[in-house]
């Protein structure tokens, strides 16, 4: 019975089956911890063990270039703002969801919706994340880039912005 419950799973649910929507949840979780404004509850997105078990080659090593060339600028940290979200006010997240969006012939996609709630009296608004993965060989799916939606047709690469920031 349980052998059908897990078959049953599997088909309804891929990205749980495959370990998508659980690597993404993660990062998800930590979005909503840091929103706290709770320095002893921060959880940071960049460790190096979570740059070298959670990222793609790609990202870690733009990550890297990044950080390096921010070092040299004399900046002490590369981001002045929340990296996932844009938010400077680490204003409290509400309700989450996870919605796979992979199409057959696209990379894998997952969809993140966060309500934003208000902390200086504005009206609360959606954040919108979508975690693009990779998976290279028998190895685990690894986040290769983070997109925010900004408006419209608009996205934030959290890669590009880095890849900018690499530069000299």
């Known amino acids: 019975m349980a052998g059908i419950a897990l078959a ?8 749980l089956a495959d370990g998508r929507e659980n690597l993404v949840r993660s990062y998800v979780d930590r979005i909503v911890v840091n929103s706290l404004d709770e320095p002893d509850r921060h959880d940071p997105y960049f460790t190096e063990i979570q740059l ?3 990222f793609s080659d790609d ?3 733009t990550y890297a270039e990044a950080l390096k060339a921010s070092r040299k600028r004399g900046n002490a940290a ?12 680490r204003c409290p997240i509400g309700k989450t969801g996870i919605v796979d969006r992979t199409p057959s012939d696209t990379r894998n996609m997952l969809d993140v ?4 709630l208000s902390c200086d009296g504005a009206a609360a608004r959606s954040i919108r994340l979508m975690f693009f993965l990779e998976k290279v060989g028998s190895e685990p799916y690894r ?4 997109l925010r ?19 000299p």
């Not at 590369?78 to 006010?89: C, I, K, R, S, V």
């Not at 939606?149 to 530069?167: D, N, P």
């Open 59 to 61: 990202f870690v090593n």
């Open 113 to 116: 919706k966060m309500d934003l």
């Open 52 to 54: 070298l078990n959670d």
């Open 149 to 167: 939606f900004v408006e419209e047709g608009k996205w934030f690469s959290l890669q590009a912005w880095l890849e900018r920031r690499a530069r």
């Open 143 to 146: 986040i290769d880039d983070v």
């Open 8 to 15: 049953m799973l599997a088909v309804w649910t891929p990205a």
């Open 78 to 89: 590369l981001f002045e703002t929340d990296p996932m979200t844009g938010d400077a006010n």
